[in-house]
């Protein structure tokens, strides 16, 4: 289920979330405007999974996939990245159109 708005959280690299970064085509400058952008869709995944997604400056909606560092703390390893999905976009246009 995936709920509205941005929440306080702070965000930590991974080696393997940028290399999915790259592969997928995504600017590192894309994926920030996406984790701290005014309007997002975020999915928890369990108690550790957390996947965001959010618009960038250019326009485009870009999905991250991270990592719950604690449960206690909203610190959060991103894992993955790809341009968003058309169920995403089709999502994304029913909360804000």
Do not use: F
Not at 23 to 31: D, G, I, M, Q, S
Not at 60 to 89: F, M, N, W
Request: with cysteine.
């Amino acid at each position: 289920m995936y709920y509205s708005g941005a929440v306080p959280r702070d965000w930590g690299w991974t080696e393997r979330g940028r290399a999915s970064a790259t592969r997928n085509a995504v600017p590192l400058t894309e994926v920030i405007d996406a984790l701290y952008a005014e309007r997002q869709l975020d999915n928890e995944v369990g108690t550790e999974m957390l996947v965001v997604c959010g618009e960038a400056a250019t326009g485009r909606l870009i999905t991250v996939l991270a990592e719950r560092l604690s449960p206690t703390v909203a610190i959060y390893k991103i894992v993955y990245v790809r341009p968003a999905s058309e169920a995403e976009h089709d999502e994304w246009r029913r909360r804000y159109s």
